[in-house]
């Protein structure tokens, strides 16, 4: 996850300076939400990740629904601040345009710790007024709380809502990912939530018919293994702790078509196939 430079220093990197020679996860996940900013070698590693799990992309879109529901949640809730990490490329609909559907007044702090990523979000995003973006990394949560923009744009006396789609799912074990949320929760007031999606490995509670193949979870991890960024697939018990202080919302941790679905839910059979739960939290 990097080359990552601590604080503002960073700005991302020249369109010259981009390795477009080994697959980038940020921007294999703008492929599968059928975006453009992706290269050759990132819709090879992508295609080969299709041809093992045809369902990828549509897990992908979904996972887009489920944080657009979420988000839509919390601010029709009164929630006015969001910090959005692990931005990844933007593809729209960000978390600024899903707020600002329900309340265009909303403050958005995207942050990642990919220069490539910097580079995509200087055109998109910091050009939208009361948004940023910040160069940090989750892995660090002092310097992602003490940046200037964090400092300026967000009111940590008021609620926020922390977002981490997918993000954790980048961190290692021996990286402590659920100490991470912590040390973000704890700089956070009561009625502050999380929003957050992580990738598994598991097949749907609900489709007896459901199984793991491990030859087809070792080989798509191994795509990933040899990108710029390994992934990390966990089971719901692994990802229930990441919530911590923050206490799960109804339905609580699901598959993310199950958490407040606003169309019709898919059955088991493709619940099985939309590999992601998620779930939202509030910090009382």
Not at 130 to 154: C, M, N, Q, W, Y
Not at 201 to 225: D, H, L, N, S, T
């Amino acid at each position: 996850m990097g080359p990552y430079a601590k604080g503002p220093e960073h700005s991302g990197f020249s369109a010259e300076e981009i390795d477009t020679s080994k697959a980038h996860p940020a921007r294999m996940h703008d492929y599968f939400l059928g975006g453009w900013d992706n290269y050759e070698v990132d819709r090879e590693a992508g295609d080969r990740i299709l041809a093992m799990h045809p369902h990828v992309r549509e897990s992908a879109l979904a996972n887009r629904a489920f944080l657009r529901r979420a988000v839509r949640e919390l601010v029709g809730g009164g929630i006015r601040q969001i910090i959005d990490i692990g931005t990844g490329i933007p593809t729209s609909p960000n978390a600024h345009e899903m707020a600002r559907e329900t309340a265009p007044d909303t403050v958005v702090v995207y942050v990642d710790n990919d220069p490539i990523v910097a580079t995509h979000a200087g055109a998109r995003l910091t050009n939208t007024d009361r948004t940023a973006f910040v160069l940090g990394d989750l892995r660090d949560p002092k310097s992602v709380l003490e940046h200037p923009a964090v400092r300026t744009l967000i009111d940590f006396d008021r609620p926020v809502a922390l977002v981490m789609g997918i993000v954790l799912s980048f961190i290692r074990d021996e990286e402590e990912p659920a100490a991470c949320v912590a040390a973000l929760a704890d700089a956070l007031p009561a009625g502050s939530h999380l929003v957050l999606s992580h990738p598994t490995y598991e097949p749907y509670e609900g489709f007896p018919e459901g199984r793991v193949e491990e030859w087809m979870r070792i080989a798509a991890e191994e795509v990933y293994r040899r990108s710029a960024v390994p992934l990390q697939l966990r089971s719901k018990a692994d990802i229930t702790p990441f919530f911590g202080p923050f206490t799960p919302l109804e339905p609580g941790i699901v598959r993310i078509p199950l958490w407040r679905p606003d169309g019709e839910v898919p059955g088991p059979a493709e619940l099985n196939d939309i590999v992601f739960y998620g779930g939202v939290g509030r910090k009382d």
